[in-house]
């Protein structure tokens, strides 16, 4: 438990803003090498925090698994070990060059069916909502009509609907 929380703050603090800082140093500079050295940090650090989410289901429970975990996540970030740039470089670049048309096209495709997907449901969800309003509406004009109808009844009928009532001295004629 300690040293899962240990490796949580690790992470956030050595895997996230640290290297956030550094990356925002980086465009204001506009210095360009240490702009890509950032930019393949982040993309093998996404990477990373992907693979931990599997990681951590399925092999948490391995001894010394957090310790682990914090020392890659310093080495991804150290500037000695530039170890971003080496995986960058021998396996992700390489691995991203060869499926790229494949990656492009599974993007296109699944923003396409990611639009149609929000139209379809859009219109079911229009429909069930005009649905429920027309329902709503003609259970109202039903009560409505019942009470319209009552203020319409002559004083008489009222009077003659309600027996234990007696009539006041504004309604004796």
């Not at 957090?66 to 996540?73: D, R, S, T």
């Not at 021998?90 to 096209?105: N, Q, T």
């Amino acid at each position: 438990m300690v040293s899962w929380m240990i490796c949580r703050l690790v992470v956030l603090v050595f895997g996230m803003l640290c290297p956030a800082y550094a990356s925002y140093k980086a465009v204001k500079t506009k210095n360009i090498r240490e702009y890509v050295r950032w930019m393949m940090y982040w993309i093998v650090f996404a990477l990373f925090m992907a693979a931990e989410i599997i990681t951590d289901i399925f092999i948490s429970w391995f001894p010394f698994y957090y310790e682990i975990k914090m020392a890659f996540v310093l080495w991804l970030l150290s500037p000695y070990t530039k170890g971003a740039s080496l995986l960058y470089r021998k396996f992700v670049h390489p691995s991203l060059s060869r499926h790229e048309k494949e990656i492009d096209a599974y993007i296109v495709q699944a923003k396409e069916r990611s639009y149609e997907t929000v139209l379809t449901f859009g219109k079911r969800g229009l429909n069930i909502a005009a649905s429920a309003a027309v329902q709503a509406a003609t259970k109202g004009t039903r009560l409505g009509a019942c009470r319209t109808a009552t203020p319409r009844m002559s004083v008489g009928r009222i009077l003659r609907q309600s027996p234990g009532r007696q009539p006041g001295p504004e309604r004796s004629r």
